[in-house]
């Protein structure tokens, strides 16, 4: 019973920390970064990232500029849009950031 507290405890202070949190998913534990392929010739035209709760604005500027690239949240669904393929750059700055 005390260990579950202390695991709430420091889950709650990590989370007042950070101004976002992404969750993995569920079955896979794999974080919720995709390619977006639009229109033709199979062109990787942005990079999603999915399941972001909190601050998705505050999450946009980090990978902005640590990426040097353009991006937007979608108002419908939440998601944020990076422009071009960061599939594998935003997994490790992510990973690297405890997600």
């Known amino acids: 019973m ?7 405890s420091s889950a709650a202070s990590v989370a007042a ?4 949190t992404i969750r993995r998913l569920p079955v896979s ?9 639009r229109r033709s010739n199979n062109m990787v035209k942005a990079t999603v990232i999915r399941r972001v709760e909190g601050d998705s604005q505050k999450l946009l500027v980090e990978l902005s ?3 040097k690239t353009d991006g937007k949240i979608n108002p419908r669904n939440g998601h ?3 422009k071009g393929d960061h599939l594998h750059a935003v997994r490790d700055y992510l990973t690297a950031r405890g997600f």
Do not use: C, H
Not at 17 to 20: D, G, H, K
């Open 2 to 8: 005390l260990a579950s507290a202390l695991l709430r």
């Open 65 to 67: 500029d640590a990426l």
């Open 29 to 37: 534990g794999w974080l919720p970064v995709y390619r977006d392929y």
């Open 17 to 20: 920390t950070e101004a976002y």
């Open 80 to 82: 944020v849009l990076l």
